[in-house]
């Protein structure tokens, strides 16, 4: 089994709602990431866990979250967004530890408008 | 962070060979080259990476100058699937990043 599934394909939600996004592999890998994707435009890198640690934070608003209970799970929290946070978010996975050269295997992403 | 150069976009016939090329002149001893493709509507996805010798690999073959200052991807025989935009991509030995950089939009003509 080599896919990362995403959860849900589409979200809208308005600016005072709270919601998740979720991000599942069953590969074994032990790195997750978490990307932000506008039209047109190539991913930006959000947050890296490692080993279920958070080890890289590109200076991202609080009002995303990142959660990673378990080697195979991690969830973005989402808060108070604004209307320009709406993009794609991709999650992927590759095997574990920094330097580690080896490939990133994406998701399809949740497709985010926030009204 | 080193940086990646690349062609907004390029054109190619169907079934011929595409050589896509990117520059990365601040590239360190210890960069991986990764390239990935993202196809309209879907994630990306990993094509092929190297360090400093050329690479093979069922879908490309990955070209790396001597001073490693630029590749080359290389598609033997372009199908339409092939349509993507690519990413030439440096990862960093010292963390687990991955810097998109704009990438080059492959048009792919029958």
């Known amino acids: 089994d080599t896919e990362v599934t995403q959860t849900p394909k589409h979200l809208v939600m308005g600016m005072t709602n709270k919601k998740s996004l979720k991000c599942e592999q069953h590969?074994?890998?032990?790195?997750m990431y978490w990307y932000k994707q506008k039209a047109k435009k190539p991913p930006e890198l959000m947050f890296v866990y490692s080993y279920e640690k958070l080890s890289i934070n590109e200076s991202v608003p609080s009002r995303f979250s990142p959660e990673c209970p378990n080697s195979s799970l991690l969830n973005l929290h989402l808060h108070a967004l604004q209307p320009e946070d709406s993009a794609l978010y991709l999650c992927a996975s590759s095997l574990p530890g920094q330097g580690s050269p080896y490939e990133q295997y994406f998701g399809p992403g949740t497709r985010l408008t926030v009204t | 962070d080193a940086k990646t150069t690349q062609p907004n976009s390029m054109e190619s016939n169907e079934e011929e060979p595409v050589h896509l090329p990117c520059n990365h002149s601040t590239i360190s001893g210890t960069d991986y080259i990764h390239w990935y493709r993202q196809l309209p509507s879907q994630g990306p996805e990993y094509v092929i990476h190297g360090l400093t010798s050329n690479v093979n690999n069922r879908m490309a073959s990955l070209a790396i100058a001597e001073d490693r200052k630029s590749s080359t991807l290389i598609l033997h025989r372009a199908t339409l699937r092939d349509a993507a935009v690519y990413y030439c991509?440096?990862?960093?030995?010292?963390?687990?990043?991955?810097?998109f950089g704009s990438g080059t939009k492959l048009n792919v003509k029958p």
């Open positions: 991509i440096l990862l960093s030995y010292n963390f687990n990043k991955f810097y």
């Open positions: 590969m074994g890998h032990r790195a």
